[in-house]
């Protein structure tokens, strides 16, 4: 148990609609990173925050936003869905953002999109 | 941009057979790289992070070296629970915050 956790486990959603994806990072860990994992892409970079501000960018959708909450928790928000967003996401999370620290991931939130 | 590229994609090993995975990697500032293993239906699992050539880290029957282009994980008489997909990754410079930078992984299947 990696001590991150995810929320839900798998949700299943209609092209169009919204949904929000959860985590809570390991205690005492401030950044939060979520990853978007197909099996054509691999696990993607989307975005990180670090202790409530967001810090880097990565191959996020303009239809995607995330924020990091006072108390650490972090939510994904996908909007107008497509068929394509089907996926694996991942939250990790990590001591700082001081560089070389290893992430530790979650166990994911499979979104299906019909 | 930084690039990681892991191959083979996929490998099939008998037990006992010892065998490499490779990495190979183009970023500018490396501030290290990581070995995940992930298993299915679940997040990866941090195993070694190697942070300049010539670098060597081992666990059990695995071990990670690190070269200026390239990293391999050798698996010394694999048994079938070290089946899984193992991913690369590398961590750059501050712009990037610090995000891992995933390669698509390898898929390794052993069998009894």
């Known amino acids: 148990d990696s001590g991150v956790t995810q929320t839900p486990k798998h949700l299943i959603t209609a092209t169009g609609q919204r949904v929000t994806l959860r985590c809570s990072p390991r205690?005492?860990?401030?950044?939060v990173y979520w990853y978007q994992q197909s099996l054509d892409q691999g696990l993607q970079f989307l975005i990180q925050?670090?202790?409530?501000?967001?810090?880097a960018k990565g191959n996020i959708l303009e239809r995607f936003s995330a924020q990091q909450f006072p108390d650490l928790h972090s939510e994904l928000n996908l909007s107008s869905l497509e068929l394509g967003d089907s996926a694996l996401y991942f939250c990790?999370?990590?001591?700082?953002?001081?560089?070389?620290?290893?992430?530790?991931f979650g166990s994911g939130t499979q979104l299906s999109v019909l | 941009e930084d690039q990681v590229t892991q191959s083979p994609e996929a490998l099939r090993l008998q037990e006992g057979e010892s065998s490499s995975l490779n990495c190979s990697y183009t970023?500018?500032?490396?501030?290290?790289l990581f070995w995940y293993r992930q298993d299915p239906g679940k997040g990866p699992e941090f195993l070694f992070t190697?942070?300049?050539a010539g670098e060597e880290k081992e666990k059990e029957r695995l071990k990670a070296t690190l070269t200026k282009k390239e990293s391999f994980l050798h698996i010394t008489a694999p048994k079938p629970e070290d089946s899984a997909t193992y991913l690369c990754?590398?961590?750059?410079?501050?712009?990037?915050?610090?995000?891992?930078?995933f390669g698509k992984g390898t898929s390794l299947l052993v069998t009894p």
């Open positions: 925050y670090y202790n409530g501000e967001e810090r």
């Open positions: 990754a590398v961590q750059a410079g501050s712009n990037s915050g610090y995000a891992l930078n």
């Open positions: 970023v500018s500032g490396l501030r290290g």
């Open positions: 205690s005492g860990d401030l950044s």
């Open positions: 990790a999370s990590s001591v700082g953002t001081a560089g070389d620290e290893k992430l530790f």
């Open positions: 190697l942070y300049s």
